[in-house]
């Protein structure tokens, strides 16, 4: 197979150079490392000048004392806002964000000011000065763009910067214990806490001048929360980019042509995913960006020789943000074509189980638990029905609707790389739905419906699993049930191939119950078995398995190995495993829908994802 960047003949070896360079902007360069290093270190040191009284009298004075900021009687307002800004810039300068360096530019010559003023420190103004040489003669390190926010986030940072300037707050008050008067309580601390960062005295006194350096220090910490929450209210909003209409008649024009390639394919035309495309416009990577980390899921839509060229596309785009790359669930060709064009890794994540229906067959001993359940819950009286959902009416599109969101397992929705996040689109009439009926069951809220398994297209003649659902009420083994009927429904429906769930970490699993599994291999699938618990990673595998499937191998691709905490923790984020935003009453709804997911039972108990 040749493949080649878009514009290149085919059969020509692809440029690299360009591509690996794009590799390696988004990981952090030594010189902006370094800095956020230094500015961490920095405000570490300020804060702990501006808290802790002993510090000033320590063996690190001597080097404390020559920071932007820090130390003298009446400086430890400065000292604490400079150290908790510098600690927040760290972050965005390792990144090398453009705000970020502009911020710090800013903050060190008004630090070198309040030397000279407060202390009368050459020395320390020249070394706030001198530290503004590496962020100025570096500049053009720090040209990343901002990313996707809204101004809900102003309100995280009030809540957020309260809090740490509360508890900032009552160390300060606690920090002076030989020079306070009297023995106050817990509660007059933070109402002194809570009167300083408004500029007014509490209820603590202090001998000396140590109430003015502790008033100065709490309103500081309140100027500090006032100051950049406004900020973050009123700055302009980049809100997360969206698939628009016109993206997503390309991109169907892509799966036209070449979605049998890839059982992923279909899942790219979710509505919170963003997409760029090659040059040529004939491949294209869809995405979302979580926690900073661009996560693209599957392989690229579209022609393969096309595929480098919107790879490009997603490194330039994560380059100039300074977002992580990673690609979750590829496949192996896609994992090939990723690491060969930009230099990154890849690591087996897990296995995809896929059933050719015309090798499956509920006869022989391998199949037995399968078909007694199916026949016992046949005997129970259900019935199936497998559908195109353009043969639907849109009464009974609304009804399985409400049914999935009413049995939905969990309070939050999961799913992103393998989940479409809607039923019933009029731009789905291909996909396909299969329920469970039970006439003389008692009349519930919504009807004679039990379970809903919902299929998106795999090119011409596959399918793809979308989501699972089922009534808690209803006898087990629906989810077997509603699997044998749409196997068995397939071939009159021009389906050769049937894509089921994705088992994490399922060569790890098997392996490692089989006799002569060594001692590693035996613990760390003791370790899967433990958070199965939560995950429910075996039971999931052990539900696949139970159809005979082949087994496909995904991949996930990341720049480093120190990445992949962060790409993991952005995966959860994503899947719906993890929720790190703003309480549900607190949250604007989005305009976007809502993702669905896989719910996959065992036995008809429980239910995850197929993420």
Known sequence: MSVRIDGEKSGEVPKRSLVRRIVRGPRPEAVPALIARACALVGVLDVAAGVFPRFRHSRMHRMAEVLPGSLGPFAAALSLSAGVLLLLLAHGLRRRKRRAWRAAVGLLPAGAVAEYVYRHSVIGMVISLLLLLPLVRHRDEFAALPDPRSRWRALANFVLMGAGSLSLGL????????????????????????????????????????????????????????????????????????????????????????????????????????????????????????????????????????????????????????????????????????????????????????????????????????????????????????????????????????????????????????????????????????????????????????????FVPWGTDGVSLDLMRRDRSADPGMNELLIVAALHAAPKLGIARVSLNFAMFRSALARGEKIGAGPVLRAWRGLLVFLSRWFQIESLYKFNAKFQPRWEPRFVVYASSGDLPRIGLAAMQAEGFVNLALPRLLRRTAPAPRPCAHHVAEHGVGATSRA
Not at 212 to 225: D, K, N
Not at 263 to 277: P, Q
Not at 290 to 303: C, F, K, N
Request: charged share 25%; glycine share 12%.
């Open 171 to 454: 160390i300060i008050v606690s920090a002076h214990p030989h020079r306070m008067v009297g023995n106050p309580s817990l509660a007059d601390r933070i109402e002194h806490v809570l009167y300083g960062m408004f500029g007014f005295e509490g209820p603590v006194d202090y001998t000396g001048n140590t109430s003015w350096t502790v008033g100065f220090s709490l309103g500081a910490l309140g100027l500090l929360t006032a100051v950049t929450t406004i900020y973050l209210a009123f700055r302009p909003e980049h809100p997360a980019a969206r698939l628009t209409e016109e993206d997503e008649v390309q991109l169907r024009a892509l799966l036209e042509k070449h979605g049998g390639r890839d059982s992923l394919g279909h899942f790219a035309l979710r509505r919170d995913k963003a997409v760029v495309f090659s040059p040529s416009g004939k491949a294209a990577v869809t995405y979302r960006v979580v926690s900073g980390v661009m996560l693209a899921s599957g392989d690229p839509i579209g022609d393969v020789e096309a595929w480098p060229g919107a790879i490009e596309r997603f490194m330039d785009e994560a380059k100039a943000h300074s977002w992580t790359p990673a690609v979750m669930g590829c496949s192996e060709t896609g994992g090939e074509v990723w690491t060969r064009e930009t230099g990154l890794d890849a690591l087996e994540l897990g296995d995809e189980a896929v059933v050719d229906v015309a090798d499956f067959s509920l006869s022989g001993r391998a199949m037995r638990n399968v078909r007694q359940m199916v026949k016992r819950i046949e005997r129970a009286g259900y019935e199936t029905r497998v559908r195109r959902i353009r043969d639907l009416g849109e009464g009974e599109l609304e009804r399985i609707r409400r049914a999935a969101e009413d049995w939905r397992g969990t309070d939050t929705e999961r799913g992103f790389s393998m989940a479409l996040g809607r039923i019933g689109d009029p731009s789905d009439g291909d996909c396909l739905i299969a329920t469970a009926h039970k006439a003389d069951a008692e009349a519930g809220p919504h009807g004679d419906l039990k379970a809903v398994l919902h």
